[in-house]
């Protein structure tokens, strides 16, 4: 089997090396019903990097296939979670952010369940807080959406939170999408169409770390920052080519790199769930457009709409930050209105994004623009 080949088998599951993608379809979670039960477990894993380096990991699985789902749920739900840790060493759950969503440990062979309330619409990080921060980076995290039951503005204006939650300006950003005119004109955000919302998980590997871990070392936590040296920099798991193109012969809703990439024509404004379970912070950067920034995390975790909607070039994300963007889909600044639609070049544009700490463009000590980049892509004309 040629690297090629092995590097899109992305992760093997266990002993048995079932493949499997390391997130759920794109479809999934927009189904008029969410559900309110899961079972995940933890067990170890083999990672194939993009470039064909094998690494151990460790993953939260569910339904024994796919690996760091994406868990999403509708406000209010209670919610039960069953963990059961299949690996050698002990390991919890928790959603920061979520003070009921905790299990501070799970033995190895052993169950934890536990049942919570969903709060109100936004986005959240599930992560393993035993030995914090080494079982995290070592690949136990994912994300866990919150659909409002009511996200509507006063004025009825879709939004990803709750309506207790708007803020007067994240009302007023939400109303003026969808106008007759600049700036924001064409379509109102839609919550029930995927290509309106993409998640970008960001994490970092460092393989001595994990190859550590495998061969039984008991490694100090608090020693973890210290000497952590990612080599590898990853977007829900993907990175370089892999995030940036639809391939392996998967149709556009099925490619893993599907619930990265925003698509979509002028005036079609797409939520951009930003979230870091690593230890580097990225510096995130959009080409053609600026995005606007709805919604971050405070020093505990918890979710805070904006009080004043920036327009960001590029944002700070810092370990376990969370923070929701929205691509406005806007005409490129950089392209006069007298020349638009453009006549010389045919849509789609794309546009890419990067992080501006440059280590992290890379994969394997200096393969670039291996790293955590994608891009996003405006099909047509208002």
Not at 295 to 322: C, I, K, M
Request: contains cysteine; proline residues 9%; charged residues 20%.
């Amino acid at each position: 089997m040629t690297v090629e080949m092995k590097r899109r088998q992305f992760l093997q599951l266990g002993a048995v090396g079932t493949a499997a993608a390391l997130m759920l379809p794109a479809t999934q979670g927009f189904a008029a019903a969410t559900p309110t039960n899961f079972s995940l477990v933890i067990k170890p894993a083999t990672a194939s990097m993009i470039d064909g380096t094998e690494v151990y990991v460790l993953v939260y699985c569910l339904n024994g296939l796919a690996a760091q789902p994406e868990l999403r749920v509708t406000e209010d739900d209670v919610i039960t979670l069953s963990i059961t840790n299949n690996d050698v060493a002990p390991h919890g759950f928790a959603i920061p952010g979520i003070p009921a969503a905790y299990i501070a440990m799970i033995e190895p062979g052993a169950t934890g369940t536990v049942t919570f309330a969903a709060p109100g619409g936004g986005s959240y990080l599930y992560v393993d807080p035993y030995k914090a921060p080494l079982n995290r980076v070592l690949g136990l995290h994912g994300a866990f959406i919150v659909e409002p039951i009511d996200g509507n503005t006063l004025a009825g204006s879709p939004t990803p939170f709750s309506r207790l939650e708007q803020t007067p300006q994240i009302e007023a950003f939400f109303d003026a999408l969808g106008g007759d005119s600049e700036p924001f004109p064409g379509e109102k955000w839609n919550p029930n169409d995927p290509d309106r919302e993409k998640l970008w998980l960001f994490s970092q590997i460092d393989p001595s770390l994990n190859a550590r871990i495998r061969a039984g070392e008991s490694v100090n936590p608090a020693s973890v920052v210290d000497r952590f040296l990612p080599r590898y920099f990853t977007i829900n798991g993907l990175s370089g080519f892999d995030a940036s193109h639809l391939h392996d012969g998967h149709s556009a809703g099925n490619s893993p790199a599907a619930r990265i990439i925003p698509k979509g024509k002028e005036g079609q404004p797409c939520l951009i769930r930003t979230m870091n379970a690593g230890l580097a912070t990225h510096s995130v950067h959009i080409h053609g457009n600026h995005c606007m920034e709805c919604s971050e995390t405070d020093e505990f975790g918890a979710n805070q709409r904006e009080t004043h909607v920036y327009e960001r070039d590029t944002w700070l994300l810092a370990p376990l930050a969370r923070i929701d963007m929205i691509l406005p889909f806007e005409r490129p600044p950089d392209i006069p209105r007298n020349k638009w639609p453009p006549r010389d070049e045919d849509f789609p544009l794309k546009y890419v994004m990067h992080c501006h700490n440059e280590l992290s463009q890379t994969a394997g000590g200096g393969s670039y623009p291996q790293g955590a980049t994608t891009h996003w892509e405006m099909t047509g004309a208002l």
